[in-house]
């Protein structure tokens, strides 16, 4: 089992890919592939929601997807 922050890449037609992320975090280690144990998710946001009286509209911000913890061979 490996720690780490590995983001999960846009998968087409759907979310994120996860299981690449886990298998790109376990080779950086020295390991094969991996599975995820654990997953964190956070909201990444343009400058322009700083801007004061602003109102936010759709785009302004995605959610971003992290494996933090894989089950490596």
Known sequence: M?????????????GADCQAAADILCRSK?????????VDA???CSAKVLIPGRPREPGDCRTENFVTRAWCQ
Do not use: I, M, N
């Open 2 to 14: 490996v720690s780490g922050r590995q983001v999960c890449p846009a998968a087409p037609g759907s």
């Open 42 to 44: 956070t909201e990444k």
């Open 30 to 38: 020295g390991y094969g592939g991996g599975k995820s144990l654990g």
